[in-house]
Every structure is written in C-alpha cells, then in structure tokens.
DNA sequence: GTAGCTCTCTACCGATCGGTAGGGAGACCC
DNA sequence: GGGTCTCCCTACCGATCGGTAGAGAGCTAC
C-alpha cells in the first residue's frame, strides 16, 4: 500500500481514538514504520495531515449522496439516512473525527457540515415541505437544524457505539446495525412528525409487514 | 472563592473545551492567576485534577436522584428523564466533560456510567416491567443497554447545543431547551415503545392537552 | 520570640513536542 | 556517465510539557 495512504490510515484512527492533542506525529510514525521527518515529508505539518484525514472522511460522505441522488428512489429520506447509518457504521472512527471535530471546533465544524449537507438540504426540504401539506410533518418543522439534528443523532450513536454495546460488522450486517438503523429512522420520523404522522407511519409499517408474508 | 475550587472551576472549563490533551497545566493557573506550581500543590498531577473534575460531575449529577426518588412521583421515569436533561442544560460543559472521556476512555467510562446510574437502574427496569406486561413496551427491551441509551441521547445532545444551534438558559427556562426536552422525551419513548405504546402515549398527550385548555 | 503550618513563589529538571537541515540511496532521463 | 527527482534517514532545533526542589511570606499556637 501506498506509504501517503498508510499514514493517512493510521492518522484516522489515532486521531479518532485519541484526538488531535492526545495523538503524537511520532506515535503515527512508529506505527506505519517510518521516522517522523519522513512523515512531515509526505504531510508538511500536523495540522495539514489532521485536515486531509477530516477532508478524506467528508468527501468520501459526500460520494454517498450523488448515488443516492441519481437512484431517484421512492423516499429518499429513508434510503438517506439508511446510507448515512452504513457509512458511520462501517467504519465508526469516522463518526468519532467528526464528533471530536464537533467538541474542538464548533462554529467551524458546524459551517463545515452544512456545505458537506448542502446537496440533501433540498431534498429534506422538499420531504418536510411535502410532508407538512399531507398534515404528517409539524408545522414548525426547520430543515436545517432538523438535518444537523439527525446527523449528529447517528454520528453520536455510532461514535460511542462499544460503550453502548452495539456490535458492528464491515458489511452492516450485523443484527444490532440493522436494528439501530431501524431505531434511528423511528426517532428521526418522531422528532419531525405530528402524531397523526406517526399513526400513519406505524400503519404503513404494519401493513408491509403483513404484505411480506 | 477558594482557590481550589477556582482551579476545578477553570479546568471544568478547559477540559470540556480542549480536552485533556489540548490543556495544558500552565494555562489553568495562569486563568485563575497562579504559577502552574502553586496549582500542583492543590492538586498533585494533572491526571489527579481531571479525576477530581470529573468525578465531581458525576457527584453532582447522583445527587440528582435521591431528590427524585424520595418525591416518590407518580412517573418517576419521566421526572429523572427531565432532571437529567435539566442538569446537563444547566451547564453543558458537564455533557461535553463525559462525551470525551466516553471517546478517551471508552471501556472505563461505560463502567463508571453503569456505576453511576445503578440506583436508577431498579426504577427503569420497573417501569420497562410494567410496560411490557400492559404491552406498551417491547418485549426485547433491555433495561440496562436503553438507560445508556437514554444518557447519551441526552449529553450526546447538549454537548453539541451550540453546534445544533440550541439556546440554553442557566434556570432551563429557555423556550429551546423545554422542546428539546419534550423531543427527547417523546425519542426515549419511542425507541423503548411498541407502535401500539406509543398510540396510547400520544393518546393521553392529547387528552392532557385538551384537559389543559 | 519561635516553632510550625499553609500556601505561593522562582528556578530548574528530563522528556517530548512539532518542525528543520542536510545528506544518502535508489530510480529515471538524457 | 552525470543530473535530477523521490523518498527516507540521522541529527538537531527551540518550545513546551508535567513535575520537583526549596526558599520565603503570612498566619496561628504556645
């Protein structure tokens, strides 16, 4: 493997584990089996190699939405946070960065994920849009914070997800995966629904289990 | 104020801030205006100081549940739902101070929680007893994996307010934090409820609601 | 007075931090 | 062959880290 893609590894996983301050550039080298002047050949500085590691993990988020996009699928919400869930939980050092990201630096991780968000904006406002002249959705309901909501829903719950107890597996297979995702997609409907939606929602729920028979 | 309780006061602060690594001890004392030797002589090692902030978090946060369990309220799961939330908006440095050392010290601090909520574990566990048996809730419900739910819900949330853009106000009083607690309310309920449950629970909100007017 | 306790100070320690300078080995181009 | 580019190395830099030694100021007790 490429010696650049080695580091930047590593630096995932120290940096998610132990954070910018707790995590030593040495530390980093040892591990991939280079001397630290080698290292800051490849990443000029630790501040630069800690942003491309940040910079990796977004962009790689942000390859998820243009498939879902092009998918066209029926609800996009649902398959929107079903990939988000995937993405976090196939490799959760990813949800920890942006969580540690979030603590260190709130106002500019903030600004951050809402361009990464951007693109879903329209399409979490369409649904609520939709989904407030239906009478489902609440009538206060904010798109924005409302995304920034769920995000941080499941980047949270996967960011701690051993001391929750969660057992995750690479291909999301895993039973608790599959019963966190459906937990999630619950709250994430209840936090922005009205009751009658809800009700709606349990029925249509009921009736495609009972249809999958 | 004594000295020391400055320097736990500064490095609360600090800790929740930066965190561990990113503090340095030379910049608490010269914050409560000291020489970082001075500092080390109330507390003997920096490890030895972040133990005590800590711990007195999570001191405090226990005093919280005698007073609920003595008022003996008629849905004590509700009251210690809203104290938790109540104690975390008060000052959301106490939320960010655990998220951290659940990233830092993962195996240690989910210890230390289930330590920490023992008491409350009988009253849950009651509650979860009750529900099932009239069939509100789930029959897979495992008391102790959803208390830990719950308490990261509620700190995972109010570590990050300012990031989510919540307004909080030291008496709870802010018009942000009362829906945020009934939204966690309602998200606690949901992910422990059967659907049937959780059309009962809208149920009597709707009818409180009614009563109310 | 003076002994002793509490608290803060200056000065210093070795270790480690992020980062730099400069050389050497190998591959490639001409 | 020689020149150049890539990559890793050893050796070193100043700054800062957590922590220690020891002196001195202020207070209390006798």
Redesign the interface.
């Given at each position: 493997m490429d010696v650049r893609t080695q580091i930047l590894d590593v630096a995932t996983r120290r940096f998610a584990a132990?954070?910018?301050?707790?995590?030593s550039l040495s530390a980093i080298a040892d591990e991939v089996g280079i001397r630290k002047a080698s290292l800051l050949y490849h990443f000029p500085s630790k501040d630069e190699l800690h942003r491309s590691v940040l910079d990796q993990v977004l962009s790689r988020w942000n390859e998820v939405l243009p498939r879902l996009l092009a998918a066209g699928s029926a609800d996009r919400f649902d398959a929107l946070l079903h990939e988000t869930v995937r993405f976090f939980s196939e490799d959760p050092d990813r949800a920890?960065l942006i969580?540690?990201e979030?603590?260190?630096n709130?106002?500019t991780?903030?600004e951050r994920?809402l361009v990464a968000v951007a693109p879903w904006l329209q399409v979490i406002a369409g649904y609520v849009r939709r989904g407030q002249e239906s009478g489902e959705v609440r009538a206060d309901a904010d798109p924005e914070?409302y995304l920034?909501?769920v995000i941080?829903?499941v980047v949270?719950?996967l960011?701690?997800s051993?001391?929750?107890?969660i057992v995750l597996s690479p291909d999301g297979a895993s039973s608790d995966i599959q019963r966190l995702t459906r937990?999630l997609e619950?709250?994430a409907k209840?936090?922005l629904f009205t009751?009658e939606g809800?009700?709606r929602m349990?029925g249509r729920?009921?009736a495609a289990h009972a249809g999958s028979h």
């Open positions: 132990q954070g910018y301050g707790g995590t920890r969580l540690r979030t603590l260190d709130p106002v991780m903030r994920l914070a920034l909501h941080h829903l949270g719950g960011a701690i051993d001391t929750l107890g937990e619950r709250i209840v936090s009751d809800i009700e349990n729920r009921a």
